[in-house]
């Protein structure tokens, strides 16, 4: 079983920035992707952005440019660094891994 916690989330201004983090562990030695998917209120859950191992592969097109990943194999952790945010970018931002394992969420509003 793998768990996935997240942290980081927050209110903060247009124009801001925020860090998020999530920390996997249980049995995660095999797990080389992992990522950040986003819900915003009434639409459906939209890729952030992915990781093998430390490759960035994927970057979701309303972010790129503004947001970017990072993992930390050591720490078993993986980040989302956000600039720029928008409101656009409000909802809940949920860490996810190989093997379809979720985490419970973190919200992110961002006021105009």
């Known amino acids: 079983q793998v768990q996935l916690v997240e942290s980081g989330g927050g209110l903060v201004q247009a124009g801001g920035s925020l860090r998020l983090s999530c920390v996997a562990s249980?049995?995660?030695?095999?797990?080389?992707?992992m990522g950040w998917y986003r819900q915003a209120p009434g639409k459906p859950r939209e890729l952030v952005a992915l990781v093998r191992d430390n490759e960035i592969t994927n970057v979701g097109d309303s972010v790129r440019g503004r947001f970017t990943i990072s993992r930390d194999m050591a720490k078993n952790t993986v980040y989302l660094f956000m600039n720029k945010l928008t409101p656009e970018d409000t909802g809940t931002y949920y860490c996810?891994?190989?093997?379809?394992?979720w985490g419970q969420g973190t919200q992110v509003t961002v006021s105009s």
């Open positions: 996810w891994a190989w093997g379809d394992h």
């Open positions: 249980g049995n995660i030695f095999r797990i080389s992707r």
